[in-house]
Structures are given as structure tokens and as C-alpha cells.
């Protein structure tokens, strides 16, 4: 069974600071892996999409790199905003059509 | 561009009510589409998800049924609610272009039974 594992669970850093957030998985058959901010109360919204044939993506602020060998995958969050406080969720996607959610981290930036 | 629509964002309802919980989307023809659960202090469970009209596959065991009379329509039921049905449902789509589907997510339902 696919596991799926974000930690910490929760981070408070300071406005300006860089955010790396952590996510593993257990089956190396990965088709892609999405990381997601959410935040409370509401739905999901994707943030990058990782193919398996690529090392990382960037948005902006936002870099996702990918390791397949290592079963990992990083979120980078360059020059952190208040804004930028949620919870953000990696989801490994492999053989059909479904996706295996981590339990996310909760990231607070502090003015 | 495509578009999700959710709805009711909150509803509490008592014990043993039914439930119907409507979710639609704009912009695009034949959706994968999915429901989620997330319930307090956990991730997010996958309840059913779609491929096309009528096609409905069960992830787990429940009280909760789903259902897709047309192809950008995808609807949660339940006859009788138990208490932990409570949670947060959410809704979503992603269009099959081989690896490179995205999923896309309504704005949620926070369910209470009381």
C-alpha cells in the first residue's frame, strides 16, 4: 500500500524566511507527484505538478523538486510572506486514476 | 475555462437524515471526477471517483453512496447519516491527458451530524 508522509506537520517561521517542506513515498512506480495549499475551511488549490520524467518545477516563488531514487520530493518556498500561511499537501499519483494524499503541513509565517 | 462548483459550502444535519451532496463542472466534457473526505486531523480519503455516466467505483466501505446521471455532474448520498459521516467533502475533476492530469478541487462542504 502507497504511503504518503509530510513532515513536520507544522511550521512557524518568520516572514521573509525560506519555507522547505518534506514529502516521501513509499512506491517508486510514481507517475507524478502535485503539491496543494489549502487553506482552512476551503478546497484545495494545485500549486506544481512534477511529471516522472522531470527533477523539479517552479512557479514564482515556488520550486518543487522531485527524487525518485529517494522516494522524495521538496516544496520550496523562496522569501516567505504571511500570505504564504496554510497547509500544504503533496499527492503521489500512481498506476489509475488516483491519488494518495500526504497529511500535509501546517505553515504559519509570522509578520 | 473550467470551473467547479460545490454545494452546500456548510450543512448540519441530524442523525439517521439523508444527504445530498451536488457537485458540477464547467468548461469541459467527460471529467475524471472524485469525492474526497477529509475529516478533522486527518488527509484526505478518497470515497468514490468517475471515468463517465454511471460509472461510479467505491474506495472504502461506508454509509455514503455516489452517483453521475450526467457527465459533469457528480452527486453524494447517504439515507440514513451516521455521526461519523461528519467532515469536510470535497469535490474534484482532472481531465486524462496521460501522466500530466492535475486535479482541481471545489470550495468544500463542511458536514456536521449531530
Known amino acids: 500500500k502507497q504511503e504518503v508522509t509530510q513532515i513536520p506537520a507544522a511550521l512557524s517561521v518568520p516572514e521573509g524566511e525560506n519555507l522547505v517542506l518534506n514529502c516521501s513515498f513509499t512506491d517508486s512506480a510514481i507517475y507524478n507527484l502535485q503539491w496543494f495549499r489549502q487553506d482552512p475551511g476551503k478546497g484545495l488549490t494545485s500549486l506544481l505538478l512534477?511529471?516522472?520524467?522531470?527533477r523539479e518545477q517552479t512557479s514564482g516563488r515556488l520550486n518543487a523538486s522531485l527524487d525518485k531514487s529517494s522516494g522524495r520530493s521538496t516544496l520550496y518556498i523562496a522569501a516567505s510572506q504571511p500570505g504564504d500561511s496554510a497547509t500544504y499537501l503533496c499527492?503521489?499519483?500512481?498506476?489509475?486514476?488516483?491519488?494518495?494524499f500526504g497529511g500535509g503541513t501546517r505553515v504559519l509565517v509570522k509578520p | 475555462s473550467q470551473t467547479i462548483h460545490q454545494w452546500p459550502a456548510t450543512l448540519v444535519q441530524p442523525v439517521g437524515s439523508p444527504l445530498s451532496l451536488e457537485c458540477t463542472v464547467e468548461g469541459t466534457s467527460n471529467p475524471n471526477l472524485y469525492w474526497y473526505r477529509q475529516a478533522a486531523g486527518r488527509g484526505l480519503q478518497l470515497l468514490f471517483y468517475?471515468?463517465?455516466?454511471?460509472?461510479i467505483s467505491s474506495e472504502v466501505p461506508q454509509n455514503l453512496s455516489a452517483s453521475r446521471p450526467q457527465d459533469r455532474q457528480f452527486i453524494l448520498s447517504s439515507k440514513k447519516l451516521l455521526l461519523s459521516d461528519s467532515g469536510f467533502y470535497l469535490c474534484?475533476?482532472?481531465?486524462?491527458?496521460?501522466?500530466?492530469?492535475?486535479?482541481?478541487f471545489g470550495s468544500g462542504t463542511q458536514l456536521s451530524v449531530l
Open positions: 474534484a475533476w482532472s481531465k486524462v491527458r496521460g501522466d500530466a492530469e492535475k486535479l482541481f
Open positions: 468517475s471515468v463517465g455516466i454511471g460509472q
Open positions: 499527492a503521489f499519483k500512481a498506476a489509475g486514476n488516483k491519488l494518495t
Open positions: 512534477i511529471q516522472s520524467s522531470q
